[in-house]
């Protein structure tokens, strides 16, 4: 019996939410952690579920309705953006918001039903989206929804977001519930300017949000730090009964939008973390979802490096995938990602050179 399980559709591939120069990254890296999934033979351990669109009404823990129906009108004309310039509209959006978010809702309804302990969804974590209001590449908030979903079965749930951006949609969804949400990002002139350290909840979730606001160029031994001194003495003080973790990859050293210094030692002790955490706790009840990271590569190799911690997989397996998938000062892309990348950069180059009329159609 298998008892973790990743949320992964073929259709993924073709969605993401990001602006055109974008749009290949956030979908390569789902090809590129699916492919290291089958490579490392997690299939043996791990199941893979096939998402299915949200229905309109688990929308509603976390969303308005006027926002539902906004993105529904949007995306039959297809046009503009959901928000202030970030987010493009385009035909189809709302469909594949509801699958992506689908992913999340129907690992979280499965952990909850006893079927797994632990999952994860490459293509979740949107925590910049709000209840009204699309944000930051993300239509629909998976990660406050995975909270309300546990929440609705009356369990104590943590969620911990270690994007390089600070969760503002998760904190504000929940920011007067007595439910901890605890955020590390970069902070200071940095998107999307919120996650100081006096942004603690309001009413009834007074206390209850936690940011660790990094400045830029932080790295390994300041992650170790926060962690040690104030996120794990926090969680074991509230004993979460379900662990919600948004594991975004733009913290990474190599990450082109964000200037923090994580290395493949942090995603590893995360990993464990959550693990121990979940384990003491939450009889191993965690969800993790994909968020942000902007590099293909080091973003599937990270998420691979968590999910081997977190997922019950033999202990010279997951040293394997650590050994070979950790950050070397060689690089570590395989001949085959080399060439991908290159060709692809060519291509856009071409475009580029064509549309201003320098290279010959
Ligand atoms: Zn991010």
């Given amino acids: 019996m298998k008892d973790s399980a990743i949320a992964f559709s073929e259709k993924y591939l073709k969605i993401a939410f990001t602006p055109p120069s974008l749009t290949w990254n956030w979908r390569i890296r789902n090809k590129i952690f699916k492919d290291l999934f089958d490579q490392y033979g997690l299939n043996e351990y791990v199941d893979v579920v096939e998402p299915e669109p949200i229905t309109e009404e688990e929308l509603l823990l976390v969303h308005d309705p006027e926002f539902i129906e906004y993105v529904k009108k949007k995306s039959e004309t297809g046009i503009g953006y959901l928000d202030y310039g ?12 509801l699958l992506v978010v689908g992913g999340t809702a129907k690992l979280v309804k499965l952990i909850l039903k006893g079927v797994y302990k632990s999952g994860f969804n490459p293509q ?4 910049h989206a709000q209840k009204g209001a699309a944000a930051g590449f993300c239509v629909f908030n998976d990660v406050a929804l995975a909270v309300m979903l546990a929440n609705k079965e009356k369990l104590r749930v943590a969620a911990i977001d270690i994007d390089g951006h600070h969760g503002d949609g998760t904190q504000f969804i929940l ?8 955020s590390f990002h970069r902070y200071g002139y940095f998107y999307p300017g919120t996650g100081d350290i006096n942004e603690l909840g309001e009413g009834a979730g007074y206390g209850y949000s936690v ?5 830029s160029g932080a790295g390994d031994d300041v992650f170790k730090m ?23 990859v733009d913290g990474h050293l190599g990450d082109p939008l964000v200037d923090l210094r994580l290395t493949s030692k942090s995603y590893r002790l995360i990993g464990q973390t959550l693990r121990y955490l979940a384990e003491k706790y939450a009889q191993g009840r965690v969800v993790g979802l994909g968020g942000g990271g902007y590099d293909p590569d080091n973003t599937s190799r990270m998420w691979m490096i968590m999910i081997s911690e977190i997922f019950n997989i033999p202990e010279e397996l997951r040293r394997r995938i650590y050994d070979e998938l950790r950050d070397k000062p060689e690089g570590t892309l395989s001949t085959e990602q080399v060439v991908e990348t290159i060709k692809h950069r060519i291509d856009r180059l071409k475009k580029s050179l064509k549309e201003v009329g320098l290279l010959p159609i």
């Fill in 175 to 182: 920011y007067d519930k007595p439910l901890l949400k605890i």
């Fill in 211 to 215: 940011n660790i606001p990094l400045p």
């Fill in 226 to 248: 926060a962690l040690n001194e104030i996120v794990i003495p926090l969680l074991e003080h509230y004993k979460p009964e379900f662990i919600v973790a948004q594991m975004g």
């Fill in 124 to 127: 979740g974590g949107f925590h």
């Fill in 86 to 97: 970030d987010t493009p509209a385009y035909k189809g959006v709302y469909e594949d918001a």
